[in-house]
């Protein structure tokens, strides 16, 4: 058995006072280590008494961490042997967001899409200023996305009214990043996304399939032509246990 060790910080630390409760950052904990495959299938995991020690917490805490992970078929009790991780094959392979559009369609490409709302009523987003000027009017979508058939993220995003004309039933049933740089009449002159890390609301763990308050990735995306009119505007939730970012760091 895997021994790595994480210190929850003691109730005096400032980080005591998170909203998220005790028991889901030690599930998120234990969680990412049967999804890295730091406990594997079929491995016993250290018991509550042990884990309590590790964490710096009680025992209760501990154990409905682990009744949590239970409910969620990552762990499987054994009478007179302890709590055994479960086989883990179906697990969703990690999503990987690099740094690029090319890289970025392609992953959208591999995942799977379900309409939640749509409105071509002269939808418009709501920008920071100096972000980039609004066109005529706005096409808004708000999707729930699919890796292996569990939801990984939540997009609210505006396309250009004019854009999303030229093909309304490809942008309709079909990842809207990936069609953008296959039409040639559409020039993303600048594309800019900004990431912080937060904990799930109500409806995003309802949508998601986690318990309130796990982290998760809010990520803005905006795509500007050359005059820096916004043809794309996105507000996206990623569960933070199955996205990985790659950034490459310039030399």
């Given at each position: 058995m895997v021994n790595s060790t994480y210190k929850i910080p003691a109730v005096s630390s400032?980080?005591?006072?998170?909203?998220i409760p005790l028991y889901l950052r030690v599930a998120d904990i234990l969680?990412?280590?049967?999804?890295?495959?730091?406990?594997?299938?079929?491995?016993?995991?250290?018991?509550?008494?042990?884990?309590?020690?590790?964490?710096?917490?009680?025992?209760?805490?501990?154990?409905?961490?682990?009744?949590?992970?239970?409910?969620?078929?990552?762990?499987?009790?054994?009478?007179?042997?302890?709590?055994?991780?479960?086989?883990?094959?179906?697990?969703?392979?990690?999503?990987?967001m690099k740094s690029s559009l090319r890289s970025l369609a392609s992953m959208y490409e591999s995942t799977s899409a379900k309409m939640l709302t749509y409105d071509e009523s002269h939808a418009m987003p709501k920008l920071q200023p100096g972000a980039g000027k609004l066109g005529k009017s706005y096409v808004f979508m708000r999707r729930q996305h699919f890796t292996e058939g569990k939801p990984y993220a939540l997009i609210s995003l505006y396309l250009l009214q004019e854009i999303f004309q030229r093909s309304p039933e490809t942008f309709r049933t079909h990842a809207v990043i990936p069609q953008l740089l296959k039409m040639k009449s559409v020039k993303i002159h600048r594309a800019h996304q900004a990431m912080t890390i937060g904990a799930a609301d109500t409806e995003a763990a309802r949508l998601l399939r986690v318990q309130p308050g796990t982290p998760v990735a809010h990520v803005t995306r905006i795509f500007l032509d050359a005059s820096d009119k916004v043809l794309y505007y996105a507000e996206v939730v990623y569960r933070g246990d199955w996205v990985k970012w790659e950034i490459e760091l310039q030399t």
């Open positions: 400032p980080l005591a006072e998170s909203p969680r990412e280590r049967i999804n890295k495959r730091e406990w594997p299938a079929g491995s016993l995991i250290p018991t509550l008494e042990a884990l309590a020690q590790e964490f710096g917490v009680a025992r209760v805490t501990v154990r409905q961490s682990v009744q949590l992970l239970t409910k969620e078929g990552l762990l499987v009790p054994r009478r007179g042997h302890g709590t055994v991780v479960t086989l883990t094959q179906d697990a969703p392979k990690t999503v990987v």
